[in-house]
């Protein structure tokens, strides 16, 4: 399994990079920007993340089972080693003041290995940023009346499927004390047709996204937001700390 999972994202990184969401950017405001920090971009991909990050003055460095990716990562100037995040993360006990993973979490046969993980290299004090898509959320319970699953409709290597509840479990069972919980609320979402509705709508305050599985694009009308993430939010956002005493 580990080079069959491996061999697509080496495929996906030839071809291309991240899709950039506004998802992700939400997820990289939640670091703050007050002080330089080490940070770990787990499943660091081509880079996108640690480039915003290292933005925002911090030391990163990165994580990924693509060797391919890892080497797109390495151009940019950063330090990144092929992982099998499965197997464990090659660095010793707290090391980082802080770890960044962004929509990485879904695609574990083990998520609660690499919590413990991101826990274990984590300072005692020290915060986990997180975001994950949110399989409670309302288009999938409605879309699952007319027989879809999540499975169906999300990214084709995911291989766990949270709910607020359930994600918020596994980071308190691995050791973490939440501290911000967010989403990116959607709360109306317009297939991309050809026609006025692609001009007027960015008047209306809707982004345009592409998806993953299909390659088509869509409108959705959305925002950070700490409320009611459980039902409306399609990606899940949680800031976790360290506890500073066990």
């Known amino acids: 399994m580990h080079q ?16 950039p969401r506004t998802s992700k950017i939400f997820t ?18 081509s880079g996108s993340n640690s480039l915003a990050l290292a933005a925002k003055g911090h030391k990163v460095r990165g994580v990924d089972i693509s060797e391919q990716g890892i080497a797109r990562y390495c151009s940019h100037g950063f330090d990144g080693h092929v992982v ?3 197997s464990g993360i090659d660095y010793p006990d707290g090391t980082f003041d802080l770890t960044f993973c962004s929509e990485v979490i879904e695609h574990m046969a083990s998520p609660d290995v690499l919590a413990g993980e991101m826990f274990r290299v984590l300072k005692p004090g020290g915060r986990l940023v997180l975001s994950t898509p949110n399989s409670a959320f309302w288009l999938y319970r409605a879309l699952g009346l007319l027989g879809f699953t999540v499975s169906e409709l999300q990214h084709p290597k995911h291989f766990q499927f949270f709910s607020r509840r359930s994600l918020l479990k596994l980071l308190k069972t691995a050791g973490f004390r ?40 869509f409108w959705h009308l959305s925002h950070k937001a700490s409320f009611y993430n459980a039902l409306f939010a399609d990606c899940l956002i949680m800031v976790m700390e360290k506890p500073r005493v066990a």
Not at 4 to 19: H, L, M, N, V
Not at 193 to 210: I, M, Q, S, Y
């Open 4 to 19: 069959s999972i491996q061999a697509f994202y080496d495929r996906k990184y030839t071809q291309g990079s991240e899709i």
């Open 178 to 217: 939440p501290l911000e919980l967010t989403g990116r609320n959607m709360y109306l979402i317009v297939p991309a047709l050809p026609g006025p509705l692609d001009g007027l709508l960015p008047k209306l305050g809707f982004t345009r996204e592409v998806r993953f599985r299909t390659g088509k694009h």
């Open 84 to 86: 099998d995040l499965e």
């Open 28 to 45: 990289i405001d939640c670091v703050p920007d007050d002080t330089p920090l080490d940070i770990l971009d787990v499943g660091c991909g």
